[in-house]
């Protein structure tokens, strides 16, 4: 399963998100179901970044999202997030 979470970051707050994202990540690492995850930011509009995370499961990806370390991490950045679906099921893959 792959997690996708979109983010609109003003242009002042880039480096600094990406630095507060990086550490999402690593809490996200050590979570168990964990396969890989990135962070990406569009050629096309700088502001528009995304968190692309790989599990084993949807139940792995909530219960990382449950811990409180990860939550106290991850709550002030989730005010940029876009408010879309962002859990995906893998149907094809080659």
Do not use: N
């Not at 990406?18 to 999402?24: I, R, S």
């Not at 890989?36 to 995304?50: E, H, Q, S």
Request: hydrophobic residues 50%.
């Amino acid at each position: 399963m792959i997690a996708i979470t979109r983010y609109r970051v003003p242009g002042e707050r880039a480096g600094g998100f990406a630095e507060e994202m990086a550490a999402v990540l690593d809490a996200l690492a050590a979570a168990p179901g964990y396969r890989a995850g990135r962070l990406a930011r569009t050629v096309d509009d700088p502001g528009l970044w995304a968190l692309i995370t790989e599990w084993d499961g949807a139940g792995y990806y909530r219960r990382a999202l449950g811990v409180p370390d990860l939550r106290m991490r991850f709550m002030p950045l989730a005010a940029m997030a876009l408010d879309e679906p962002g859990a995906y099921e893998i149907v094809a893959s080659r």
